[in-house]
C-alpha cells in the first residue's frame, strides 16, 4: 500500500512537471505580445496535456480481481484521441482565419463540454458495470454456500450407501450441484436462496448421531431430500 502511494505521488509530481514545461515553452515561444489568444492557446494546450497524461493510468488497471475502470477505457481514450485532434486543428485554423477571441472561445468551450459528457458516459459505464460486478458476486456466494453446505453433509456418509436412500440421493444432488455456475437473474437468485434454506434444514434433520442436532425424522428427511432434488433440476434449467 506505502509502495502503491509513492507512485501515485511521483506520477503526480511527474504531471505537474510535464505542466510547468508546458508553460516554460509557452513563455519562451511568446516573449513578447501575449494576447488573449495567446493565453486560451496555452490553457488549452495545458489541458490537453493533462487531460491525456492524468487519463493514461486507466490504461493500466489491477492484474488481479475485477476493475471498474475497464469498462470506461475505450470511451475515453476515444474522448481524449478526437478532443485533442479537434481542439489542435481549431487553433491552427483559427489562426490561418484569423478568427476573433470570442469566436475560438466558444469553439474551445464546445469541445471542452463534450469531453464533460464523454467522461460523464465513462464514469458511467463503470459505476454500472461495478453494481453487475457486485450483483454477480453476491449471486455467486449464495450458490457457493449451498454447494459448501451440502458438500459439507456428504462428507460424513458411510461408504457403500444404499441407492434409493436419503444419504445417497444427497451425494447425487452434491455432484449436480457443484457443476452449476452463477447466473444473474432474479428468479435464479429466489430459487439459489431456497435451496440453500433447504440444504440447512435438511442438516437439522437428519440422525442426532450425525450432528447432535434434533431428533431423527426420517418422513420429513425424504420429502426435503425429494424436494432439494426437484429444486436442483429447476436450477439446473437456467443457462447463461
Not at 64 to 90: D, H, K, N, Q, T
Not at 133 to 153: C, P, Y
Not at 168 to 173: E, G, I, P
Amino acid at each position: 500500500m506505502e509502495k502503491n502511494g509513492t507512485i501515485s505521488n511521483i506520477y503526480l509530481m511527474l504531471g505537474l512537471l510535464g505542466e510547468i514545461l508546458v508553460l516554460v515553452g509557452f513563455f519562451i515561444l511568446t516573449p513578447n505580445g501575449r494576447s488573449n489568444v495567446a493565453w486560451l492557446n496555452w490553457a488549452v494546450i495545458s489541458f490537453i496535456f493533462g487531460l491525456i497524461y492524468y487519463s493514461s493510468d486507466i490504461l493500466f488497471p489491477p492484474t488481479e480481481g475485477f476493475s471498474g475502470r475497464i469498462p470506461a477505457i475505450g470511451i475515453r481514450f476515444i474522448v481524449c484521441l478526437f478532443y485533442s485532434l479537434l481542439a489542435i486543428i481549431w487553433i491552427y485554423f483559427s489562426y490561418r482565419w484569423q478568427l476573433v477571441f470570442r469566436v475560438q472561445l466558444l469553439g474551445h468551450l464546445v469541445m471542452g463540454f463534450a469531453v464533460i459528457v464523454g467522461y460523464t458516459i465513462a464514469a458511467k459505464s463503470s459505476e454500472y458495470a461495478a453494481k453487475i460486478e457486485d450483483s454477480e458476486k453476491s449471486q455467486e456466494s449464495v450458490l457457493i454456500s449451498a454447494k459448501k453446505e451440502l458438500n459439507l453433509i456428504c462428507t460424513v456418509f458411510a461408504k457403500g450407501l444404499i441407492k434409493d436412500s436419503p444419504q445417497y440421493k444427497l451425494q447425487a444432488y452434491s455432484e449436480e450441484l457443484r457443476f452449476i455456475s452463477p447466473v444473474n437473474n432474479d428468479q435464479v437468485r429466489e430459487l439459489e436462496v431456497k435451496i440453500l434454506e433447504l440444504i440447512q434444514q435438511i442438516k437439522s434433520l437428519l440422525p442426532s448421531e450425525l450432528y447432535n442436532i434434533g431428533d431423527s425424522n426420517e418422513e420429513s428427511l425424504n420429502r426435503d431430500v425429494e424436494s432439494l432434488g426437484l429444486m436442483i433440476k429447476q436450477r439446473k434449467a437456467f443457462r447463461m
